[in-house]
């Protein structure tokens, strides 16, 4: 399983060490406890820092590197290639993107990085699965208002200040 953090430019580590790794800080921030909800129990999770620059995360070749949607999933992709290839044990297992927020627009697009370059690396891609995802920032800024309203997170006088002022509603 891969597990990408959204962001952009947010750390998988953040993943590993707060959501689904095997083990959470604890409030003293010096020890562990035991996550009960860890996925390690049932399958070997890579945390991949992505894009280039984020968290841990660095490149030798050059400080101008593109992070745009695309040359990530390239490098993401070549990333998957590498860790294949080192320890191929692992290239018959099922594989699965994951991920949260802004990983809902990487992991597609590395998908189809994959499934396009798979006769040359096999990966057993076998399906994704997306939390809490943002496809698209646009969208989700202009469904805010009416998700709010609907929910009951804001009252009727907002409501109609959002429909009168921001094009019915929309915001962007």
Not at 37 to 50: D, P, Q
Not at 67 to 76: L, R
């Amino acid at each position: 399983v891969l597990w990408l953090n959204g962001g952009p430019r947010c750390s998988s580590l953040g993943g590993l060490f707060t959501e689904l790794g095997p083990y959470l800080i604890n409030k003293d921030g010096k020890t562990l406890r035991l996550n009960p909800y860890s996925w390690n129990k049932y399958a070997s999770i890579i945390f991949l820092e992505s894009p280039a620059w984020t968290g841990y995360s660095y490149n030798t070749k050059s400080k101008n590197v593109s992070t745009n949607d695309d040359s990530v999933a390239v490098e993401n992709y070549a990333a998957l290639k590498d860790f294949f290839n080192k320890y191929p044990s692992f290239k018959s297992n099922p594989f699965y993107l994951t991920g949260e927020s802004y990983a809902a627009v990487y992991i597609p697009i590395l998908a189809v990085k994959i499934l396009e370059g798979n006769k040359a690396t096999q990966i057993n891609l076998k399906g994704v699965a997306i939390g809490n995802g943002v496809l698209s920032d646009s969208l989700h800024t202009n469904t805010l208002p009416l998700y709010l309203y609907s929910h009951g997170l804001i009252d009727e006088e907002v409501w109609q200040s959002f429909q009168s002022q921001c094009c019915n509603g929309c915001m962007g």
